[in-house]
Nanobody, 119 residues
Framework: VQLQASGGGLVQAGGSLRLSCAAS????????MGWFRQAPGKEREFVAE??????????VYADSVKGRFTFSRDNAENTVYLQMNSLKPEDTAVYYC???????????WGQGTLVTVSS
């Protein structure tokens, strides 16, 4: 699975950005997609996860982004999105998309896209 993330940039606090992650290489029916982020000097942390197929009931968010970020997908375009609203300076990080088979750890990673939120 190849993942290509894009959409990062510089935004003021309170603003919005939408990240995209285009997937290719294999059928993702039995995969879950995830977003992670890594701030400077910190460990990578989980942001959100959703199944590639089926309903959205399996979508989960980190408490720190719940209510502000929305994970969505376009199966026809093989792309997932992370809509980020009400951004805060502490959301500044490199954001990575990732994929895993059900029951396994994340093993496919995109290259990361930088989000910088100014105060």
């Amino acid at each position: 699975v190849q993942l290509q993330a894009s959409g990062g940039g510089l935004v003021q606090a309170g603003g919005s950005l939408r990240l995209s992650c285009a997937a290719s290489g294999r059928t993702l029916t039995f995969y879950k997609m995830g977003w992670f982020r890594q701030a400077p000097g910190k460990e990578r942390e989980f942001v959100a996860e959703m199944p590639w197929s089926g309903g959205d009931g399996g979508t989960v968010y980190a408490d720190s982004v719940k209510g502000r970020f929305t994970f969505s997908r376009d199966n026809a375009e093989n792309t997932v999105y992370l809509q980020m609203n009400s951004l805060k300076p502490e959301d500044t990080a490199v954001y990575y998309c990732a994929a895993r088979l059900y029951g396994r750890t994340y093993e496919y990673w995109g290259q990361g896209t930088l989000v910088t939120v100014s105060s």
